[in-house]
């Protein structure tokens, strides 16, 4: 049972123009979520946040939002940058879990210069 | 600021045997989460300790164990090692066990189970 899904497994888009990676989820526990971009051969590396509390959390040029009542969320990356191409997983945490974190199969980014 | 080290980075095991992973956080990091990323299951959770405690645990079998040390620095141990075993085995670290806090991840060990 994939809690978190991230339905498009990868996404081409021109340098300059908008990313958007989308992730929808099913358990309704979940009220603290995050955005990690990962390169071959390394370990994740955390983009942003979001709690269940808010719409929208900007940190320059990566914008997430959460739609709480359609369970999805999206990053926005604008603009994009041929060195943001990665693999992008979208992750969430339940309520009393502490750090145990479910995470999407990930959607592979690449930007075309 | 060091970052999260794990070690070995690669590993060849065959079936059967066992073997252990190490991990040292962040210094300062209290919380230690360990995550398995395979092509077919993604990345999923293992367990978490914190000030030497296990906190919450994935659903792996009992050969998955590891434990926390004084210092912080973990380990992880997998028995009776299996095919399916193999795979990338990532440690984060974070100050506590807070919902906001960020968790660092290491760069993973590379199991590979013949």
């Known amino acids: 049972d994939q809690q978190v899904k991230q339905n498009s497994p990868s996404l081409s888009v021109q340098e300059g123009r908008i990313s958007i990676l989308n992730c929808d989820y099913t358990?309704?526990?979940?009220?603290?979520f995050l955005w990690y971009k990962k390169y071959p051969a390394e370990g994740p590396t955390f983009l942003i946040s979001?709690?269940?509390?808010?719409d929208k959390n900007e940190d320059g040029r990566f914008t997430v939002f959460l739609n709480k009542s359609a369970k999805h969320l999206s990053l926005h990356i604008v603009p994009s940058q041929p060195g943001d191409s990665a693999v992008y997983f979208c992750?969430?945490?339940?309520?009393?879990?502490?750090?145990?974190?479910?995470f999407g199969g990930g959607t592979r980014l690449m930007v075309k210069p | 600021k060091a970052g999260v080290t794990q070690t070995p980075r690669y590993l060849i095991k065959t079936r059967g045997q066992q073997v252990t992973l190490s991990c040292s956080p962040i210094?300062?990091?209290?919380?230690v989460s360990w995550y398995q990323q395979t092509p077919g299951q993604g990345l999923q959770f293992l367990f978490e300790?914190?000030?030497?405690?296990?906190?919450n645990k994935g659903n792996f079998p009992g050969r998955f164990s590891g434990r926390q040390f004084s210092n912080s620095r973990s380990e992880m141990n997998v028995s009776t090692l299996e095919l399916g075993d193999s795979a990338l085995y990532l440690c984060?670290?974070?100050?506590?066990?807070?919902?906001?806090?960020?968790?660092?991840f290491g760069p993973g060990t590379r199991l590979t189970v013949l």
């Open positions: 984060a670290s974070s100050p506590t066990s807070w919902p906001t806090d960020t968790q660092y």
């Open positions: 358990n309704s526990m979940f009220d603290y």
């Open positions: 979001i709690s269940s509390i808010k």
């Open positions: 992750a969430a945490r339940r309520n009393n879990a502490g750090n145990m974190l479910t």
């Open positions: 210094s300062g990091h209290r919380s």
């Open positions: 300790y914190f000030s030497e405690t296990q906190r």
